[in-house]
């Protein structure tokens, strides 16, 4: 006899997320593509056969054209709501330094299609950054980083451009927090990196986060509809509200290092 219908039909459900599009679909997430797609995957797949932790595995597509990509168990970060815990932080910048180091020998011949930079040669010095590693794309599982997603944001750049990012999100600082916090987070952040100095990642962070709001502009000029469901938060103007109000926090922020 024939299983009831309800046992056979896989759980869809909306993942949330600004730039929209993402489904779950059983233990699956299903994703738009683009013309940078195959980049991308191109880089995942290189991930996984170098035995990098903490990527979706990659599943091909469906029959609607989406991506299929593992579906990595856990919860997200709400980050305008929560802080996470100075172990997460550690952990995930630890990741971060794994992922750079790795993928110092993702070295594609030619050019590739990026989201963020359309066709372009990977230039001496850079590697191909996540771009988008902020606290809402981890995912945290029993108190620990797990796991960082959606990679379509990937491209050239140099790799202190992500460790500003996920500074940006993770300390936080897109928004106010004790400046004690910030020092005893920053310190946290550049320890596990073993690259660069505080002050070298704050400087990275106002020329990163003023060069992620240029990005979604142009995206949003192209038509991007990622890009575009961002303007319903106010991006960019919003991105560069805050990058000023933490320019005017710095000297604060830098007179306690």
């Not at 110092?104 to 989201?115: H, I, N, Q, T």
């Not at 400087?203 to 979604?216: F, P």
Request: net charge negative.
């Amino acid at each position: 006899m024939p299983e009831p219908r309800e046992s056979i039909v896989e759980e869809v459900e909306e993942l949330p997320g600004a730039v929209g599009g993402a489904t779950r679909v059983g233990r699956t997430v299903r994703r738009p593509t683009g013309p940078w797609t195959p980049a991308v995957h191109e880089l995942l797949t290189f991930l996984h056969d170098n035995d990098l932790r903490g990527v979706p595995a990659l599943h091909g597509f469906d029959d609607q054209g989406r991506e299929v990509l593992e579906h990595v168990e856990g919860r997200g970060v709400p980050v305008d709501r929560e802080v996470v815990l100075d172990t997460v932080l550690e952990e995930a910048v630890t990741w971060l330094r794994d992922f750079h180091d790795v993928v110092e020998g993702f070295r594609p011949s030619g050019s590739r299609v990026w989201r963020g930079a359309g066709e372009v040669e990977l230039g001496d010095g850079e590697v191909i950054c996540h771009h988008d590693p902020g606290a809402y794309n981890w995912i945290i599982q029993s108190g620990h980083f797990v796991a960082m997603i959606d990679w379509d944001m990937a491209g050239p750049g140099q790799a202190i451009d992500d460790l500003a990012f996920m500074a940006w999100t993770a300390l936080p600082l897109y928004r106010e927090i004790p400046v004690a916090d910030v020092v005893r987070r920053l310190d946290i952040l550049v320890d596990a990196y073993g690259e660069w100095g505080p002050m070298t990642v704050l400087d990275a962070v106002v020329r990163r986060m003023s060069t992620a709001a240029d990005r979604i502009e142009a995206g949003q000029a192209r038509g991007d509809v990622g890009f575009l469901n961002l303007g319903r938060l106010g991006e960019p103007q919003r991105t560069r509200d805050r990058v000023e109000a933490f320019r005017a926090r710095l000297p604060e922020i830098e007179a306690a290092l």
